[in-house]
């Protein structure tokens, strides 16, 4: 099982440098200045949340300012914590079924909940569980 607060954190670090650079960003452009993969930005994103740090404008453009997700990503965050608490080691499509979240959602939920490590990943099988 591999932590994933280092690996997820320099992510953030990458997103939060950006934008603190080059002011408030799409999606897509913080997508192409960072080289990050959609799913390492949303928990990028989850983490950035967690720790106050970064502000949704609208659907895809952020700015770092102190954030409006908490409700979403913590509350998704809540429910992913839920399965894996019950269910122990699963994959996204497995959390998507049972939180009936989708996965950008469940990929910032993960990230704030490695932001708190509470979450270890198991690579090779593309499996979440909680950290006991």
Request: no cysteine.
């Amino acid at each position: 099982m591999k932590d994933l607060a280092s690996e997820f954190g320099e992510k953030a670090g990458k997103i939060w440098t950006t934008l603190n650079k080059k002011g408030p960003l799409s999606k897509r452009r913080i997508l192409e200045i960072t080289k990050l993969k959609e799913n390492e930005f949303y928990t990028a994103v989850g983490w950035l949340a967690r720790e106050n740090k970064i502000f949704r404008k609208s659907e895809n453009f952020y700015k770092l300012d102190n954030t409006n997700l908490t409700p979403v990503v913590g509350a998704n965050a809540g429910k992913v914590w839920n399965v894996l608490n019950v269910w122990g080691e699963v994959d996204v499509p497995t959390i998507k079924k049972l939180a009936e979240i989708d996965e950008k959602e469940i990929y910032s939920a993960v990230g704030w909940l490695a932001r708190e490590n509470k979450i270890y990943a198991d690579e090779k099988l593309a499996k979440y569980s909680l950290k006991r």
